[in-house]
């Protein structure tokens, strides 16, 4: 291991992103990523149902801006635009009425006013949802299924710097598969974790199993969900601001439940959205039978995500298949052939899907931008700008952006 202009520590999209910019600028660069592969959230595997399944980002949100949406099509990927909607809410077993359907639009509406008009204090976004009287479907659509956090763990004004991400395309071959052979031709040492960096001399030591490599800076694309567990540790310590806006970007938390459902659409259409409410905060939704396959993939966030991936695997798919059972009866289980889980929170290199701010600690992304010792920045999803933070496509042009930084203060 050499001496290199920048140190990228992770190859998920903003590590690639940054690496890809450092060399088409002709800069010396190194990226370490401690997991065996490139990629990290974004991953698809067809091991589990014989077909691609996400399980990490699965939506090419905001197309219109994406960067992976060009490529996308230029690789002749399938892509189906997703109008992410409300088609079908049950409350237990019981069936939404029109009424209640058009009562939950017209909060939403209600809320996206209220959103926009918005200037008091930075309070729970809860707050605001009991404000325009809500029902819980409002609350669950921001809260744990785009957020990935209970309502009354996220911030109004960061909810409010998330930007409008339609249009969103579903992809048949996955989104992982996509940055995977973008990110291909990247050289990453990987099953290389950076345990320390060190920036008491000059420019930075980034310490791993292997050796230590040797920067004038580095580029930390870590979640914070990872660096909240004191990896990679700083030698000296990071600064405090820098150490609290790390605890105020807890990482919430998406888990995929998907099902192989076989025979017929129990009256459901490709890319129907099934929301089922639970008794507790349990709510369950649906992605139904994308493309056609035989696939039904169930989504809880949120702390009943945390719940679910430590009670395992066999206790998720029991819980969607009973949830499908109360809907359409007990012969849906001779329909169902195999189940699986992600578990995000287990992977000890991400800990979560994405993080979401604090209430009043919205600021806390802006904190964690800042450079330290003009030697350390940071990059990723939680990091990114023009509203795209939580999002793959956000992460990569992080990654592009903070790397244009770093060579501008360390001049070639
Ligand atoms: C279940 C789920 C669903 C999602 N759905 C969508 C979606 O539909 N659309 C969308 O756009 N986004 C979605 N996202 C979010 C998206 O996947 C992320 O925003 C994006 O992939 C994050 O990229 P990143 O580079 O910031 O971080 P990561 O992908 O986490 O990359 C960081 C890398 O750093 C590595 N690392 C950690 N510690 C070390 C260390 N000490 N040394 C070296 N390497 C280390 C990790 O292994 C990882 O590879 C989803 C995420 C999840 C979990």
């Known amino acids: 291991m050499g001496d290199v202009d920048v140190v990228v520590v992770g190859a998920g999209c903003?590590?690639?992103?940054?690496?890809?910019?450092l060399r088409a600028a002709g800069r010396s660069f190194a990226v370490v990523e401690a997991m065996d592969r490139i990629g990290g959230r974004a991953w698809t595997t067809d091991s589990d149902f014989g077909v691609p399944f996400d399980i990490g980002c699965a939506w090419l949100h905001a197309g219109d801006r994406n960067p992976f949406y060009p490529e996308a099509l230029a690789?002749?990927?399938t892509l189906y635009h997703h109008d992410m909607g409300l088609d079908h809410l049950y409350f237990g077993n019981r069936r939404a009425s029109d009424d209640e359907m058009a009562r939950v639009k017209a909060a939403d509406a209600a809320l996206a006013a209220a959103m926009a008009a918005h200037s008091g204090a930075d309070d729970r976004l809860a707050a605001l949802i009991a404000d325009c009287h809500c029902l819980r479907a409002n609350a669950t659509f921001c809260g744990p299924m785009d957020f990935a956090a209970d309502?009354?763990?996220i911030s109004i004004a960061d909810f409010n710097a998330a930007a409008e991400l339609d249009p969103n395309f579903f992809t048949r071959e996955g989104f992982g598969a996509l940055v995977h052979r973008w990110g291909a031709d990247v050289p990453v040492t990987t099953g290389c974790p950076a345990t320390r960096i060190r920036w008491d001399g000059p420019g930075v030591e980034v310490e791993?199993?292997?050796?230590?490599?040797?920067?004038?800076?580095?580029?930390?694309t870590v979640s914070p969900g990872v660096l909240q567990f004191g990896s990679p540790g700083f030698y000296p310590a990071l600064p405090e601001a820098h150490q609290e806006a790390v605890f105020d970007l807890p990482m919430g938390l998406l888990t995929k439940i998907p099902l192989q459902v076989k025979g017929d659409r129990l009256g459901l259409r490709a890319f129907d959205d099934l929301l089922i409410e639970g008794r507790g905060r349990n709510d369950l939704f649906f992605l139904?039978?994308?493309f056609d396959l035989d696939l039904m993939v169930g989504f809880v966030g949120g702390d009943f995500a945390w719940?679910?991936?430590a009670a395992g695997r066999a206790a998720a798919v029991d819980f969607a298949i009973g949830r499908l059972a109360d809907l359409f009866g007990s012969e849906v289980r001779r329909a169902v052939g195999h189940g699986s889980m992600t578990n995000w929170a287990a992977e000890r290199h991400v800990r979560g899907a994405y993080?979401?701010?604090?209430?009043g600690r919205a600021a806390a992304r802006e904190v964690l931008r800042r450079p330290v010792g003009d030697r350390i920045w940071f990059a990723g999803e939680a990091l990114a700008g023009q509203g795209l933070m939580?999002?793959?496509a956000g992460a990569r042009l992080s990654g592009a952006a903070v790397a244009a930084e770093v060579m501008a203060a360390i001049p070639a």
């Open 14 to 21: 903003a590590g690639l992103a940054a690496a890809k910019a």
């Open 208 to 220: 791993t199993p292997q050796g230590t490599l040797r920067g004038r800076a580095a580029i930390i």
């Open 75 to 77: 690789a002749g990927w």
């Open 288 to 290: 139904c039978f994308p």
């Open 355 to 359: 993080a979401a701010a604090r209430p």
């Open 307 to 309: 719940e679910i991936e």
């Open 390 to 392: 939580q999002t793959a």
């Open 151 to 153: 309502d009354d763990e």
